[in-house]
């Protein structure tokens, strides 16, 4: 089921239940048409989420997008403010163009040109809810690759996706809550620092063939998995590349927070 027919379905549903309680109240059932009202309207709500992540909705070809201009900045930093709900974050801007995300109610995106740096922030809603988020439920947003990035994102309960293998990506900071996500930092960067402050969540990090890797863990970090082929362990919580040092292309992983597990190779 799309999510407009979600939309229908769900207001369809809630309109008859006010008219049952008005109806109610017409029979001398009840007074008070609001506390009848109120539970049944949380209860379908509810169901309404439960419903969504049951039964995802059907991917949509030719989702209407939104497009920010470039307008000739020699750099762009990013700021994402989800509210939950599974999100993408990509390659693949438009020629010219800064971001390019899939539109829908609850998607606002604003940008201002600061000397040679574009600031760009986007605001998601929450794509699990009937009402809100794109055709398919998936935010998605895909970022330019012709200058360098910076990104910031903060998320609630949340299905997350960072692929950033094919961005110019200098520094990334991921706050989430409650959250399944999945990482791949910068392939062709000379240094990349991405930075993850995460509630109890799960994460796997795929650092791409060939690139060097510093990866820094908070104690109180219950399971990891830490491929030992690559990252040796170093001190308390520090894990390397043997050739960091040397490597043409590196990325330094900050992890910190309650993250419930870790898998990094």
Known sequence: MSSPQRWLLFWGVVLIWLALCFLLRALEVTRDVLGVFWPGFLLLAGAGLLISALVP?????????????????????????????PIEVTSGASPGAALTASRGIGMKASSHL?????????????????????????????????VPLTLSMESVASQIMLDLQNLPVTYCKLEAGASSITLIPPARMANALLDVEAGVAVLSVRIPEGIAARIRLEDGLTARTIDPNRFLPVARGLYQSPNYDQAAHRVELQLGGGIGSVHIH
């Open 114 to 146: 600061e000397g040679d740096r574009l600031a760009v922030k986007v605001e998601c809603g929450l794509s699990f809810l009937p009402v809100l988020g794109p055709e398919s439920g998936v935010w998605r947003l895909r970022l330019t690759d012709e």
């Open 57 to 85: 909705a059907r991917p949509v070809v030719g989702e209407e997008t939104i497009t920010v201009d470039l307008q000739g900045a020699r750099q762009v930093s990013v700021d994402i403010e989800h509210g939950g709900g």
